[in-house]
């Protein structure tokens, strides 16, 4: 991943390229919907667009059911996209702090899983024949390969910003742990 980002860099282009990277590198077509799609996730909560402040107060499974639970359908579709965008976004930026609070990262993942499930199965009902790749059905299918692509993306945005001893022992540290490599590159 060439540089971070600067005054003169778009947001969308750099997260493009940064997945783009991370996808070559775990052998990920990065012209997958899905890969493209998580582009667009790390540009959102870049801008601040992607913050769910309910799904961060809220316990997932509450969340989930209440959103399995709406009757009208764009309200429950805009919830379970936004539960799997924020699962996916947790599961690849901060596996390591949902392991350290004693939640099971498979059981995290699960919950993103169902939701982007639940949402494609949703947009496959109403769009009968509609051709075109199922992203949803794709995200849900490859949910843990594509947060692995974002721990990359994390491991790769850590390794650029490290600038001082403490930093790079926290690198050393991490890569130690995951055996990322990303980090071994660094």
Known sequence: MEGFITGNVDVDSFFEGAVRDAAVGRGYDPNAPSALYLSGILAGYAKAQGISREAIERPLTIVLSEALAQTASAERFSRLRG??????????????????????????????????????????????????????????????????????????????????????LELYERWARRGSSALAEA
């Open 83 to 168: 539960l799997g965008d924020h699962v996916l976004y947790v599961s690849g930026f901060f596996a390591e702090h949902i392991e350290s609070r004693g939640v099971a990262p498979t059981f995290v993942r699960s919950v993103g899983k169902t939701a982007y499930d639940a949402a494609g199965a949703m947009l496959r009902r109403f769009g009968g024949e509609a051709r075109g790749p199922d992203v949803f059905d794709e995200l849900a299918t490859n949910f843990d390969e594509l947060a692995a692509v974002l721990t990359d993306v994390a491991d790769a945005l850590r390794a650029g910003s490290a600038r001082d001893p403490r930093s790079v």
